[in-house]
């Protein structure tokens, strides 16, 4: 089991849209490296949906990987603000993972909560320049973080 953290502003998909849909896919991520990182999930693996660009960014909750990586279609549709010209059905050059709601936090756990904590210096999050879609998160860090949610605060 691996972990990961998944990094959407709300207004562009936020995780109560997931939780209406139950499913989404991934889609849409052109970072080489976030790329990447995709392509290294296996089914089951979990991971937290995190809201970014908002007044107090937060995690909301948990998403679990339902399908591995294949080819991102927005970058085949020339209508999609993610269209790839150099793309083709037979050398994509993006890639997506599908991903399910699973868990919702009672409260959501803030940016300045993680960075309070000592213990999650090293978080790719909370690295200085980390604006990565798609990052790994440790067990350590999972399991700090999963505890912090379900502490009243």
Not at 41 to 47: A, I, W
């Amino acid at each position: 089991m691996q972990y990961w953290l998944f990094k959407s502003e709300p207004h562009s998909y936020s995780f109560e849209q997931l939780r209406k849909d139950g499913t989404t896919l991934w889609s849409g991520v052109r970072n080489y490296q976030a790329r990447n990182t995709m392509m290294t999930m296996k089914v089951g693996d979990l991971g937290f949906f995190y809201h970014s660009s908002i007044a107090e960014p937060h995690i909301a909750g948990i998403c679990k990987v339902i399908r591995t990586a294949f080819a991102d279609p927005t970058q085949f549709d020339a209508k999609s603000d993610y269209y790839d010209p150099k793309a083709t059905p037979e050398k994509p050059r993006w890639m997506n993972v599908e991903v399910a709601f699973e868990k919702a936090f009672a409260l959501p756990i803030t940016l300045a909560q993680l960075r309070a904590e000592p213990r999650l210096e090293g978080m790719v999050l909370l690295s200085r320049g980390s604006r990565l879609s798609v990052q790994p998160v440790s067990p350590a860090e999972w399991k700090l973080i999963t505890k912090l949610a379900a502490t009243p605060h």
